[in-house]
């Protein structure tokens, strides 16, 4: 399942974005769904996840209480509802599918697929 995120932008502190991450088709229940993003010079981190079936959702410590993931019915689109944005946000996000993941691998780059460009989102102070 490829994946294509979109929605980036320049935005101040405080502010907010959402981000949408696009499959060509319904997502598969047996694929989880993760937002990762990547910071100049630093490693890809984990953001957020959907895990298999849109079960339950996963968040990083340092995003937990301003950004949300959801998804539309028709489970072709997840979105990152990004609020009360910090400098420290600023990195291009990924969104990735992860086929046959389970809950402790969900924070891992491991389990993810088919890594598309992503969009680059920039917070000023």
């Known amino acids: 399942v490829q994946l294509q995120a979109s929605g980036g932008g320049s935005v101040q502190a405080g502010g907010s974005l959402r981000l949408s991450c696009a499959a060509s088709g319904r997502i598969p229940s047996n694929y989880a769904v993760g937002w990762f993003r990547q910071a100049p010079g630093k490693e890809r981190e984990f953001v957020a996840a959907f895990s298999r079936s849109f079960a339950s959702t996963h968040y990083a410590d340092s995003v937990k209480g301003r950004f949300t993931v959801s998804r539309d019915s028709a489970k072709t689109t997840v979105y990152l509802q990004m609020n009360s944005l910090k400098p420290e946000d600023t990195a291009v996000y990924y969104c990735?599918?992860?086929?046959?993941?389970?809950?402790?691998?969900?924070?891992?780059?491991?389990?993810?697929?088919?890594w598309g460009p992503g969009t680059q989102v920039t917070v000023s102070s």
């Open positions: 990735a599918a992860a086929p046959r993941a389970i809950l402790s691998t969900l924070r891992s780059l491991t389990p993810y697929e088919d």
